[in-house]
């Protein structure tokens, strides 16, 4: 039956036993790639280079019970479970679930966990492997439906500017950082490089939480707020939830100003924070700016309202501070199969949290806002699930 966008969940993960994207390793590096163990008590644990055992748990809840150790990507009779199949099984757990589509995000076995990996040949090989998968094996099944973020490599603004241009040949509209382009945690001035071939292609900024350093570096007890840079003084009285640091950084370091078309999209973040955070923003640079001396164009919450959007998931008391933050600027992730996610309730949950909205603020979240910021077309028929 023919229908259009009415939900869009901006928060899913990609959960796959490994043999789907492991192929697409060369085979000199094959034998580098991440192992899926099956361990004795039950469940499955991921075995990757530099890393302790990763355990599935968490990762793979479906429709629970939520587990820390012990889960598996298999049901009893031997089928995937919820969230471990393919992209046929994916459309029908939307289906499930009622929503239309998701923004799909890297599963970490896939991406943060392989950063371990110190060879950068083969940490590349397998950054591309999975961003190949993502394309076309499982994101071409139904491209409207099934919206891929790539991973961007962290070995290099090289590495980063030339995966970008490769996975927009592919096909995919998003990608998500984890470090700044540069591969550390803290901008750098050849990021504007990746900055702008991002806005030249057309390709979504979409970091799942956030991506570079997560607080400020430390400093000595008692020195007070001069020995810290400005970016760490923004936090004094905002707080370290992530991704204030990030958006810190990227105020003070001028991005915004310097590509103002330029928009991020952080995931899993949540928005009731925002509500004191914004205010503390700005309050904490004008009392502190008398010694950092530093010109911006724009009070500091005013560059988060104009280029960032955030994803809530469980977080419905967002919903009900539009007097003190961006509602405009939400979108509303399911986690799918994560542990904190709301299948196959998602309509339930919706239902409840979003009741003080209206119509069209309950629309903008759920369906326009992803719709712009991904590049999608909000009046075509989408794709049937296959029988």
């Given at each position: 039956?023919?229908?259009?966008?009415?939900?869009?969940?901006?928060?899913?993960?990609v959960?796959?036993?490994?043999?789907?994207?492991?192929?697409?390793?060369?085979?000199?590096?094959?034998?580098?790639?991440?192992?899926?163990?099956?361990?004795?008590?039950?469940?499955?644990?991921?075995?990757?280079?530099?890393?302790?055992?990763?355990?599935?748990?968490?990762?793979?809840?479906?429709?629970?019970?939520?587990?820390f150790?012990?889960?598996s990507?298999?049901?009893?009779?031997?089928?995937?479970n919820?969230?471990?199949g393919?992209?046929?099984q994916?459309?029908?757990e939307q289906?499930?679930?009622?929503?239309?589509?998701?923004i799909?995000?890297?599963p970490?076995?896939?991406s943060?966990?392989?950063?371990?990996?110190?060879d950068?040949?083969?940490y590349?090989?397998?950054?591309?492997?999975?961003?190949?998968f993502?394309?076309?094996?499982?994101?071409?099944?139904?491209?409207?439906?099934?919206?891929?973020?790539?991973?961007?490599?962290v070995?290099?603004?090289?590495?980063?500017?030339?995966?970008?241009?490769?996975?927009?040949?592919?096909?995919?509209r998003?990608v998500?950082?984890h470090?700044?382009?540069?591969?550390?945690?803290?901008?750098?001035?050849?990021d504007?490089?990746?900055?702008?071939?991002?806005l030249?292609?057309?390709?979504?900024l979409?970091?799942?939480?956030?991506?570079?350093?997560?607080t400020?570096?430390?400093v000595?007890?008692?020195?007070?707020?001069?020995?810290?840079?400005?970016?760490?003084?923004?936090?004094?009285?905002?707080?370290?939830?992530?991704?204030?640091?990030?958006?810190?950084?990227?105020?003070?370091?001028?991005?915004?100003?310097?590509?103002?078309?330029?928009?991020?999209?952080?995931?899993e973040?949540?928005?009731?924070?925002?509500?004191?955070?914004?205010?503390?923003?700005?309050?904490?640079?004008h009392?502190?700016?008398?010694?950092?001396?530093?010109e911006?164009?724009?009070?500091?919450?005013?560059?988060?309202?104009?280029?960032?959007?955030?994803?809530i998931?469980?977080?419905?008391?967002?919903?009900?501070?539009?007097?003190?933050?961006?509602?405009?600027?939400?979108?509303?992730?399911?986690d799918?199969?994560h542990?904190?996610?709301?299948?196959?309730?998602?309509?339930?949950?919706?239902?409840?949290?979003?009741?003080?909205?209206?119509?069209?603020?309950?629309?903008?979240?759920l369906?326009?806002?992803?719709?712009?910021?991904?590049?999608?077309?909000?009046?075509?028929?989408?794709?049937?699930?296959?029988?």
């Amino acid at each position: 039956m023919a229908h259009r966008y009415e939900v869009i969940s901006a928060d899913g993960h990609v959960e796959t036993p490994p043999d789907g994207w492991v192929k697409y390793v060369p085979e000199e590096w094959r034998d580098r790639a991440p192992r899926l163990l099956h361990l004795p008590g039950g469940g499955e644990a991921w075995l990757i280079e530099g890393r302790p055992l990763l355990h599935n748990g968490q990762n793979i809840t479906g429709r629970g019970p939520v587990r820390f150790a012990g889960a598996s990507y298999y049901k009893e009779d031997g089928s995937p479970n919820d969230g471990a199949g393919d992209a046929v099984q994916r459309l029908r757990e939307q289906d499930e679930d009622g929503i239309d589509a998701e923004i799909l995000y890297p599963p970490v076995f896939a991406s943060r966990f392989i950063e371990g990996i110190a060879d950068r040949p083969v940490y590349l090989a397998l950054v591309q492997a999975y961003n190949t998968f993502l394309a076309q094996d499982y994101c071409s099944v139904a491209p409207d439906r099934l919206i891929g973020c790539a991973v961007v490599p962290v070995s290099g603004i090289d590495d980063a500017v030339a995966e970008l241009r490769r996975v927009h040949s592919l096909g995919l509209r998003a990608v998500a950082l984890h470090q700044f382009p540069n591969g550390g945690g803290a901008p750098r001035p050849e990021d504007d490089r990746f900055w702008e071939a991002a806005l030249d292609l057309g390709v979504a900024l979409a970091p799942h939480q956030g991506f570079g350093e997560v607080t400020p570096p430390p400093v000595a007890p008692g020195v007070g707020t001069q020995m810290r840079s400005m970016a760490g003084a923004l936090l004094d009285r905002a707080g370290s939830i992530r991704p204030a640091y990030c958006l810190a950084q990227l105020i003070v370091d001028g991005v915004f100003d310097r590509f103002p078309e330029i928009e991020l999209y952080f995931a899993e973040s949540n928005a009731a924070w925002l509500a004191s955070a914004l205010w503390h923003f700005d309050d904490t640079f004008h009392c502190y700016n008398t010694w950092f001396e530093k010109e911006l164009a724009k009070d500091p919450s005013q560059y988060i309202r104009d280029h960032v959007y955030f994803g809530i998931i469980r977080d419905p008391l967002a919903l009900r501070l539009g007097e003190f933050l961006p509602l405009d600027r939400l979108m509303w992730g399911s986690d799918f199969p994560h542990s904190v996610g709301s299948f196959p309730h998602s309509q339930e949950f919706i239902a409840e949290a979003f009741a003080p909205l209206d119509d069209s603020m309950r629309r903008q979240i759920l369906v326009d806002n992803p719709v712009r910021f991904f590049g999608l077309d909000a009046d075509a028929v989408l794709t049937d699930t296959p029988m």
